[in-house]
């Protein structure tokens, strides 16, 4: 079946350091899939950060990037220098446009960062 | 704008006890609307989705029941809770291939 999987957490940096947080995917009944990067921050409900649905196409947001690598199957999360302000829980998930919609994510990366 | 209320925000419920979650959506007409889960430790999963009033299609069976009363409201329950139940259950919605819109969720724990 349809499945991610990505860095397990939680995951502690420092303010002003580089994040990678991994996400690789498998898409057996998805011809196309879309990816995506969700994140929560504390108290708030569950928001889009970035979507790519082109493989070979890179979306970015509020200084974060991820490149849609059909390849090696993976949606990896960067950011040359976080901020405290994104300490948050961060999906990454696939899906295709279709009636259900139905959207697999990741178990969630818990970031904490540092000042 | 837009904009989706879960409620409760929490619930400590018995198990065997009934349950029934609810969400509504302001601002949109005829929204597709979904539950999902997340267990203690585990991944969200779509439970539900529907795509017109009282029209519900379930997605995963775990001895939950949806429906869609309202164009704008989607209930989550069952009439007799298992510990299996406790979780983080989150509503979204969307129209057509946009992007979709979660809820900030309701904590689920069953004791």
């Known amino acids: 079946g349809d499945s991610v999987t990505q860095t397990e957490g939680p995951v502690t940096v420092s303010e002003s350091e580089s994040l990678i947080i991994n996400c690789t995917y498998s898409?057996?009944?998805?011809?196309?899939?879309?990816l995506f990067w969700y994140v929560r921050y504390p108290g708030e409900g569950l928001q889009l950060l970035l979507k790519?649905?082109?493989?070979?196409q890179k979306g970015s947001s509020r200084g974060f990037e991820a490149t849609y690598n059909k390849e090696t199957t993976s949606f990896h999360l960067q950011k040359a220098s976080v901020q405290e302000s994104d300490s948050a829980v961060y999906y990454c998930?696939?899906?295709?446009?279709?009636?259900?919609?139905?959207?697999?994510f990741g178990s969630g990366t818990q970031l904490t960062v540092m000042p | 704008a837009q904009t989706i209320h879960q409620w409760p925000v929490a619930e400590i419920k018995a198990v065997g006890s009934p349950l029934s979650l609810g969400c509504t959506i302001k601002?949109?007409?005829?929204?597709?609307l979904y539950w999902y889960w997340q267990a203690t430790g585990g991944t969200l999963q779509q439970l539900f989705y529907?795509?017109?009033?009282?029209?519900v299609e379930s997605v995963v069976q775990l001895n939950l029941s949806a429906s869609r009363p309202k164009d704008d409201q989607f209930i989550l329950s069952t009439e007799k809770l298992l510990l299996s139940h406790s979780g983080f259950y989150l509503c979204?919605?969307?129209?057509?291939?946009?992007?979709?819109?979660f809820g900030k969720g309701t904590r689920l724990t069953v004791v």
């Open positions: 979204a919605w969307n129209r057509a291939n946009t992007e979709v819109f």
């Open positions: 898409a057996t009944s998805i011809a196309y899939p879309n």
């Open positions: 790519v649905i082109t493989a070979g």
């Open positions: 998930a696939l899906g295709e446009p279709s009636g259900s919609w139905q959207l697999i």
């Open positions: 601002g949109k007409s005829s929204p597709n």
């Open positions: 529907s795509i017109t009033v009282g029209q």
